[in-house]
């Protein structure tokens, strides 16, 4: 008996085989290489990428995440994402104030300091009033922070009451920041003849903070015999974060 072959059957067998055998493989390594012979990821280009139509979204929240390419290593580089947290202004900023009427605890280090007792539902007026309890602010979010500590006295205050005192800025613990109180004199002799009342001072200064770390905003008082000049006074507190450490 003989049996003919149709060389076009075969053909057709051939290159059905071996599209079967080379989809086979890929879908058992789960890799697709583009213009690479050896994909190293389930998909794999080697080239450049253009992408002609994408939407728009209208604002970021923590449901958006942004790709970036990982440089860190040598050699082929991966996409990964960065979640838009660390983009938008999500929770970062803090502002309280307070005209008069409020008080001083003592803070327990020495020294003659004393933290100012503002309460962060009645007093806060943007931001998370429950980060501000009992005269401490607590940090939610890691970061670099912006932080401006003032008090005015909007009638003017007698340099000589307060003279030689200070705000003081407590990172947890530790000060991490002190202003003096002072004021312009105009002196002859070592006798004062005039002096301008002290409207105001401030620290403005940045801070490194940790999530959980805390801010405390303090008076030294050390031999001030009328505390009420101070508590007489408006506070302003202001907090914003500004970057990632």
Known sequence: MVIVHNNKQIDMKRTFYSFYIIFSSMMCK???GINTTNPKSTLDV??????R????????????????????SVGDYEIKEINSSFFNGQATAYYATKNGSWSLINLGIGGGWQKIN???????????????????FTIQRSGLYAVNYEIQFESGINIEAVGGRSLGLLKNTTIWEQKRFDGVRVSLLGITLAAIPLTSTSINTIVPLAAGDSLTF???????LNVGLLTNSKL?????RISNL
Not at 218 to 224: E, I, Q, S, T, W
Request: proline residues 2%.
């Open 30 to 32: 789960g890799q697709v």
């Open 46 to 51: 080697n080239g450049n990428l253009i992408i």
């Open 53 to 72: 139509d994408v939407g728009e979204i209208a604002d970021l929240n923590s449901n958006i995440a942004i790709l970036v390419r990982d440089r860190s």
């Open 118 to 136: 503002l309460t962060g539902s009645s007093d806060t007026k943007f931001g998370d009033p429950t980060a501000f309890n009992n005269g401490v």
């Open 218 to 224: 303090a008076f030294n008082v050390d031999g001030l």
């Open 236 to 240: 302003i507190l202001q907090i914003y």
